[in-house]
């Protein structure tokens, strides 16, 4: 199958009105996230708006029109952690295996790298073949598993963490840069 044309770009606050149609889907179908309530609008404006004063949040469109998003994230707050981010990926639900995912993935990876980001990680609720088949696809490594770590759907999920190392080193990384003061280099 061929892959449609996408353009991406960085995502806007005025976005998630669209983002959030995506999302609303995953929330209300599927243990791929954890939220039990679809956020509202203004909620999910803020969460595009804080992720962008220090990592990238990008669209994925087609014609125009949102078909997927991608974001980091801090991985944990303490300082030390600074050089790994957690990503997430979300694919409006009828343009799957067409390749979006993999664009989206290749663009933050690239922000990222610019970043001094040493590693991403992703949380994959399990059991979930087709995310770990693609995360397994961009060189993402299964690192772990937590069992019924969370309870949607009434059932209890497990997670499984991948991991991709973007930066071999023993040594003291680079400094951190955060987003806005990168996006214009890439």
């Known amino acids: ?3 449609p044309s996408i353009d991406i770009r960085i995502a806007r606050p005025e976005d998630a009105g669209a983002l959030l149609d995506i999302y609303a889907w995953y929330v209300e179908n599927t243990t791929v996230t954890f939220e039990y309530d679809v956020p509202s609008v203004a909620e999910f404006e803020g969460r595009i708006r804080r992720t962008l004063t220090r990592y990238p ?21 303490r300082v030390a952690y600074m050089w790994c981010c ?24 690239r922000y990222l790298r610019l970043q001094n980001i040493a590693s991403i ?10 995310s770990i088949k693609f995360h397994s696809s ?6 772990a598993r937590f069992s019924k770590c969370a309870f949607k759907m009434g059932r209890w ?7 991709k190392i973007l ?20």
């Open 57 to 77: 949040y990008l669209v994925a469109e087609l014609e125009g029109v949102p078909v997927g998003y991608a974001y980091a994230g801090e991985f944990r707050e």
């Open 121 to 130: 990680d992703a949380c994959i609720s399990h059991p979930n073949k087709q």
């Open 86 to 109: 957690e990503a997430s990926v979300y694919v409006r639900r009828d343009m799957h295996r067409l390749g979006i995912g993999r664009q989206l993935y290749t663009q933050l990876e």
């Open 157 to 163: 999920v497990d997670v499984v963490w991948m991991q």
């Open 167 to 186: 930066k071999e080193s023993d040594s003291a990384p680079e400094a951190f840069i955060p987003f806005p003061e990168i996006r214009e280099k890439a």
């Open 138 to 143: 961009l060189d993402f490594e299964r690192v």
């Open 1 to 3: 199958m061929t892959s």
